[in-house]
């Protein structure tokens, strides 16, 4: 008669059990599929979507709306979503959103991209970041009044910020007291990427001498700039974040137009010294911006959001409203839908939204 020997597995302790046991591939009898879970998780992830919410702030003539286009290699900033649209120098800082939604190889992403206009364009521009925060704050508390229905929606709409890519001017010079106040204020409640606007106006050195400068000035400043140390979660998540710490801010240059450059046609600038490819991480580092918003850190950006900067917000505004431990909300907030309270902050800043299919 064959003996049967018994499975072995290598109990661990846990908090709320007194053992856990770890089987492994080899230990197993036969194939389970358990890996074809990722599939299940692809395909509802296509089907479903997911939300992309990017704010870019600087002074107007920087090429914000130009870049975010190179970005998605679409029409999608608010220039060229309004037709006959003329830019007015804002005598305040008035944010407006316009709303795509993105389909590639199946994938659809609903991109908001929120301006700015009237951002450090006035001769006082003292406090105007104040609308800056109270959007991002409103968008938490709307989120957070979502949740807090008894009757949820199966899927709460998501119109928090992911990302906030603030513009620098290419001066060469120090950070300017705006960008410090700014920098500071908005690094605690959402995550920014500084970059070099129009990086094509300064020569190789200056370039180098002023994204170090910038460097010190942060670090100096104390200020908080994506992606944190302290969010690294492991060994491979630190070399690759070190390496675009290491190159932050990012010096770029943005264009929709083509160029014939070896017989290839290249996104780029044409200056009567050359052409400027935008793609080409010789000329700048566009490629580097790209990758980071899109390619390798779009799921964690939209992880800080919801993990850190959420959920600090939610935690001092549930402490706020005195809760208590049984989560019985104060009339302040939502318990029903369609039932509103009465300490929201809808509305307190000027917003247009539209949205198209690309």
């Known amino acids: 008669m064959e003996e049967v020997k018994p499975l072995v597995v290598t109990p661990c302790p846990t908090e709320s059990h007194g053992l856990q046991g770890t089987i492994k591939g080899h230990d197993l009898f036969g194939y389970v599929g358990i890996e074809a879970v990722l599939d299940q998780m692809r395909r509802k992830t296509m089907k479903a979507g997911f939300e992309f919410n990017i704010m870019v702030v600087g002074q107007s003539g920087l090429g914000k709306s130009t870049l975010v286009n190179t970005l998605f290699k679409s ?15 804002s005598k305040t800082v008035k944010l407006q959103s316009v709303s795509h939604v993105i389909e590639e190889k199946g994938v659809k992403m609903k991109l908001t ?10 001769i006082n521009n003292e406090n105007c970041w104040e609308p800056i925060v109270s959007y991002v704050n409103e968008q938490y508390e ?3 009044k979502e949740e807090l229905y008894v009757n949820r929606k199966p899927r709460i709409p998501d119109t928090r910020v992911h990302c906030c890519v603030y513009f620098l ?4 010079h120090w950070l300017r007291p705006i960008d410090v106040e700014f ?5 605690k409640i959402v995550s920014i990427v500084p970059i070099i606007a129009k990086a094509d106006t300064l020569t190789m050195e200056e370039r180098q001498e002023f994204k170090q400068r910038i460097r010190q000035d942060l670090k100096a400043n104390g200020i908080r700039v994506y992606p944190q140390t302290e969010y690294d979660e492991d060994p491979e998540d630190r070399i690759l974040n070190d390496k675009i710490r290491e190159n932050i801010p990012f010096a770029v240059v943005g ?16 200056t009567k010294w050359g052409i400027i490819e935008v793609e080409n991480v010789a000329h700048c580092e566009f490629t580097n911006l790209r990758d980071l918003l899109i390619r390798s850190h779009l799921q964690d950006l939209k992880d800080v959001t919801h993990n850190i900067h959420y959920e600090t917000f939610r ?6 409203s005195n809760l208590t431990v049984h989560g019985l909300a104060l009339s302040c907030f939502p318990m029903e839908n369609g039932t509103h309270g009465t300490n929201g902050t809808n509305g307190t800043s000027d917003r247009s939204e539209s949205e198209s299919h690309l």
């Open 169 to 172: 001017p290419a001066t060469g």
């Open 315 to 320: 935690v001092r505004r549930l402490n706020e």
């Open 75 to 89: 029409k999608v900033s608010r220039k060229s979503c309004s037709p006959n649209y003329e830019e007015k120098i």
């Open 113 to 122: 991209v929120i301006d700015t206009p009237g951002f450090g364009d006035q």
């Open 142 to 144: 709307r989120y957070l």
């Open 183 to 187: 920098m500071k204020r908005l690094g």
């Open 255 to 270: 264009t929709d137009k083509e160029h014939q450059v070896n017989g290839n046609k290249v996104l780029g600038r044409k």
